[in-house]
């Protein structure tokens, strides 16, 4: 079993739409939670960064974590077709080793 | 644009040859992070840096090394390679100065090794 667990998708939503993704982990020690989007033939991009458990909001990103459930989700309200890219999850426990999911990739309708 | 550049971007060798990656960190980035980007093993960590000493190891086989020079310009050198090589090789930079994870880090449009 992998350490962090990542549905690959894909997922297609009209735009507009609410995208949900999400992450399971099996590692209790993960303190630091990050979502990287990475578009076609790129370097992931840093989105949101969470330390702990909690809610954290960016505009039309919003990232929570729930520690107890080991469960990590993103929500992207009123997505654009400039959404459209693959999301990765990462986590870390303090350490300097990034460990990331699998990637969703996300297609955002016109 | 992440300030990150790589070189070269693409890459075509054979099986059993030496490659060498190349990554220069965003100006005053203290830590250089390796990673491998394949379809079945998703990014993998492999090694990280700091201001020229290694600082954490991954998933990077013993065919594989890594060096940071005096300027923070880092070098993946990848040996003896095999089919299973080819994947995406991305490098990462950070400030390094809070200590590691809590640091954003800032990743490299990358290098696409192909092993024929």
């Known amino acids: 079993q992998k350490e962090v667990e990542q549905d690959p998708g894909p997922l297609s939503v009209p735009e507009g739409a609410i995208v949900s993704l999400n992450c399971t982990y099996s590692?209790?020690?993960?303190?630091?939670f990050m979502w990287y989007r990475q578009y076609s033939r790129k370097g992931p991009e840093l989105l949101m960064y969470?330390?702990?458990?909690g809610n954290k909001e960016d505009g039309r990103f919003t990232a929570q974590v729930d520690k107890s459930s080991k469960y990590i989700s993103l929500f992207i309200r009123d997505s654009q077709p400039s959404d459209s890219a693959t999301y990765l999850c990462?986590?870390?426990?303090?350490?300097?080793?990034?460990?990331f999911g699998a990637g969703t990739t996300v297609t955002v309708r016109a | 644009d992440s300030g990150v550049t790589q070189t070269p971007k693409h890459l075509i060798t054979a099986t059993g040859q030496r490659v060498t990656l190349r990554c220069s960190p965003r100006?005053?980035?203290?830590?250089v992070y390796w990673y491998q980007q394949s379809l079945d093993q998703g990014l993998q960590f492999l090694i990280q840096?700091?201001?020229?000493?290694?600082?954490a190891k991954g998933n990077i086989l013993e065919r594989f090394s890594a060096q940071q020079f005096p300027d923070l310009h880092s070098e993946l050198n990848l040996s003896s390679l095999e089919l299973g090589d080819s994947a995406l090789y991305f490098c990462?930079?950070?400030?390094?100065?809070?200590?590691?994870?809590?640091?954003?880090?800032?990743f490299g449009p990358g290098t696409r090794l192909t092993v024929l």
């Open positions: 990462a930079s950070s400030a390094g100065t809070s200590g590691g994870v809590a640091d954003t880090q800032y």
């Open positions: 590692n209790s020690a993960f303190q630091y």
């Open positions: 969470t330390y702990s458990s």
């Open positions: 990462a986590m870390s426990g303090g350490d300097y080793k990034l460990s």
């Open positions: 100006s005053g980035d203290l830590s």
């Open positions: 840096y700091y201001n020229g000493e290694e600082r």
